[in-house]
């Protein structure tokens, strides 16, 4: 059995158009501290690239990404 990750923060993104997810993304991510989750929800397809590059970017860890329907839902660990 495995237990889904306690988020510590949520922002929701939908309807916002690239590069909005990830500049919503940032401000409460910088105020986290390390290890902390942040979930992240977004309708731009363009989001999961967009995030991908942001954790690699930023040495944050990208969790998961998930797309229910038309949400993708991004998830990533604060460094």
């Known amino acids: 059995m495995t237990t ?33 989750l942040l979930r992240v929800l977004a309708t731009d397809p363009g989001s999961v690239r967009d995030f991908q590059a942001f954790a690699r970017q930023t040495g944050n860890e990208l969790v998961a990404q998930t797309q229910v329907g038309t949400v993708w839902s991004h998830v990533m660990r604060r460094r």
């Open 4 to 36: 889904e990750p306690t988020i510590d923060a949520e922002v929701d993104a939908r309807g916002l158009a690239c590069p909005l997810p990830i500049l919503r993304a940032m401000k409460p991510l910088s105020s986290m501290g390390s290890g902390k």
